[in-house]
């Protein structure tokens, strides 16, 4: 469903190997895991569906080991969206939503915005600047626990859910691989904390 190969060439770039899991069997020996997607939803899951991915990919989470959304791949791991009427993942608990009408904002969001650090993730040291980066998206997390939403992006006159973490779960609403120095440097810390054995937070 879209950045597979954006999101590759990102990771080479920092010298990550990857390699593409379309079938459960391909999963053994992976350390961690990138769900990336650009589109709607409900294919989205049938995609995963069709692969028989989708109960693996379940115990993965439930057995804490890391993983990280893209975009689209943020809102998989949710338990329901807006947009469909497939059920998600449920790796985190909460629903996509619509991004709320606004005067003078346009639908999809599409640009470049800054974050906003809200609670403590690998992806984003709150003793740093602000990095903006690069959204494209119609609908965003609303996770049932606040302290899910580990940064935010102003949106109009509101904020919306930009990156989430729970455990070694996390996930970016924006485009980390197309969001230039600050996208690498995000992506640059989640290898490291991969590297350093995935520490939980405290």
Known sequence: MGNL???RKALERLGQSLR???APHQLQGCDALILPGVGAFDPAMENLEATGLVPHLKRWGEE???ILGICLGLQLLFDSSAEGERDGLGLLQGRIERLPVQQGERIPHMGWAPLSWRQSC????PEEPAPWVYFVHSFAAVPSDPKTTAATAPFGATDVTAIVWEGRTG???FHPEKSSDAGNGLL???I???SAGAPLLP
Do not use: D, F, N, T
């Open 5 to 7: 190969h954006s999101v």
């Open 20 to 22: 593409p899991v379309s």
């Open 64 to 66: 804490q080991r890391p």
């Open 122 to 125: 690998p992806l984003l040291p």
């Open 171 to 173: 996930a970016c609403q």
């Open 188 to 190: 640059r810390r989640w």
């Open 192 to 194: 490291e904390w991969l």
